[in-house]
């Protein structure tokens, strides 16, 4: 049946990612020293960083994580070396126990979600002013896709459960999908207070976007299974959009590169500081909304429309031997329309940034401890809009100019309890938002890591261990090294 097929479709899509796998890193991002990187979460918190300059060289962060399905007993590594080896749960008797088995989760009673993201900052560079100001540029590129909200119907053994002529019901969900790049610049600025310093920060991003997809089942839809390979649906109302340049491409074809939609995005961030005798604060709160904006695909896109309010017959027999979309929404506008072309609407495609809004907090227990907390919920402006993920962290931390090292735990769509770990030795960053997935879990569901490599001054010989640390807008005199 279409549903079966589109079931296991989604599945097939959580095995070939989770070796694509931090989509906040909370821990990194919340320290003194992250500069440049900081700005991501809050564009105030630059105000708070100790040295004159910073700058990031290269780093990645790559998210995965779903309620959707899972893989028995393994981790990321054993993945990597045996991932021809897992086996399909749905297919055997008996699973209990077995390593490296994939299967779906069986309770249809709550929502289900997945949700990719992968990002690649690149060049970024900071500056901090002896008047209180700090400036930047960056670039990243980005990709996420996700569904928050796909319905507990959209079960496999519910669904295969079902037998012929009885009733399924299928709330609405939407779908999206977008790979961007944004070249950005960040302004901060701080005021002194009484007992510390307020600060203000934006970041404001022109974007390129180079594929988009988009597709939302709009109100509450009545399937059921018949004879002969057939489903009636009842209700139905969907919404499909894609850019069409490289959906079919081959393997002998070039890809292009070409961006096919722009926009512009804005993040902006308030800090609010109170510091102690010491060359650090005593506590900062701080609050976010990040990525507020869209991209407009104009070329290379496709925008359909299938409604239909009577009942509708499909058979999947006619779709089994399709090797393009094309394809597929003409069969679909011809079974559901009547017609081959009625299904292509005359609009662009407009996806939205993953909005979000967030709080932060960080208070030093004593020199060098702190405890931070990260509050993170998304926004949706838009059925289109890409989802960031909802998000909550509580993180200890040790923290040194040449060092630092975190255990936050976290809690992912507020359903999901996770620990993580985190890392920088001088220069280089590693760490990750779900320890479990690395070295090793009962139920695989996704992972989540990120690595970076930066550069700040830094000088050898006496005092270099205070870094050139700043207070209420001052800043001492930071000495590069010289060869």
Request: proline share 2%; hydrophobic share 40%; aromatic share 12%.
């Amino acid at each position: 049946m279409p549903i079966k097929t589109a079931c296991l479709s989604l599945f097939l899509l959580f095995i070939s990612s989770v070796t694509v796998s931090a989509q906040y890193q909370s821990a990194l991002r919340m320290e003194n020293y992250a500069g440049i990187n900081s700005v991501f979460l809050n564009p105030a918190s630059s105000s708070t960083y100790p040295l004159r300059w910073d700058l990031n060289l290269a780093s990645i962060d790559l998210f995965f994580d779903n309620n959707i399905g899972f893989i028995s007993n393994t981790s990321v590594g054993d993945l990597s070396k045996n991932g021809d080896q897992v086996k399909r749960g749905w297919e055997m008797e008996n699973v209990n126990g077995q390593d490296l088995v994939a299967d779906f989760y069986r309770e249809i009673d709550k929502d289900r979600y997945l949700q990719l993201s992968a990002t690649v900052n690149g060049p970024a560079f900071l500056f901090n002013t002896n008047g209180g100001q700090s400036l930047g540029v960056f670039y990243n590129f980005r990709l996420m896709a996700g569904v928050p909200n796909l319905p507990g119907t959209a079960n496999y053994y519910y669904l295969t459960s079902k037998a012929v002529n009885e009733l399924i019901d299928f709330r609405s969900f939407n779908f999206n999908f977008m790979a961007w790049d944004e070249i950005g610049a960040h302004f901060s600025q701080r005021i002194p207070t009484a007992n510390g310093y307020i600060s203000a920060g934006i970041n404001v991003k022109a974007l390129r976007g180079y594929e988009a997809a988009h597709i939302s089942l709009n109100n509450d839809t009545e399937i059921s299974y018949i004879e002969n390979s057939q489903v009636q649906i009842t209700g139905l109302d969907v919404r499909l959009g894609y850019t069409s340049e490289n959906v079919d491409i081959a393997d002998t074809q070039t890809y292009n590169s070409d961006p096919s939609g722009r926009g512009l995005g804005v993040d902006l961030g308030f800090n609010y500081v109170v510091e102690d005798d010491s060359d650090t604060y005593k506590l900062r709160l701080g609050a976010s909304l990040n990525d507020i904006g869209s991209v407009k695909f104009t070329e290379n896109v496709e925008v359909h429309g299938l409604r239909n309010a009577q009942v509708v017959t499909l058979d999947e027999t006619r779709y089994q031997d399709f090797t393009s979309i094309d394809q597929v929404t003409e069969q679909a506008s011809a079974d559901i329309l009547g017609s081959l072309s009625l299904s292509e609407l005359d609009e662009d495609l407009s996806i939205g940034l993953p909005t979000t809004f967030s709080l932060q907090a960080d208070y030093k227990v004593i020199e060098n401890v702190f405890v931070s907390g990260l509050f993170i919920n998304r926004i949706s402006f838009s059925d289109t809009a890409v989802k960031a993920t909802n998000f909550l962290a509580i993180a200890p931390r040790f923290e040194h100019r040449w060092g630092m090292l975190s255990l936050p735990v976290n809690i992912t769509e507020y359903k999901r309890v996770k620990m993580g770990a985190a890392l920088r030795l001088g220069f280089i960053i590693l760490g990750t938002d779900d320890l479990g997935s690395i070295i090793g879990t009962k139920e695989f569901r996704g992972t989540d890591i990120y690595v970076g490599i930066k550069a700040n001054p830094f000088k050898i010989g006496k005092g270099s261990s205070k870094g050139g640390a700043r207070k209420s807008g001052k800043k001492s005199d930071v000495k590069c090294y010289k060869f």
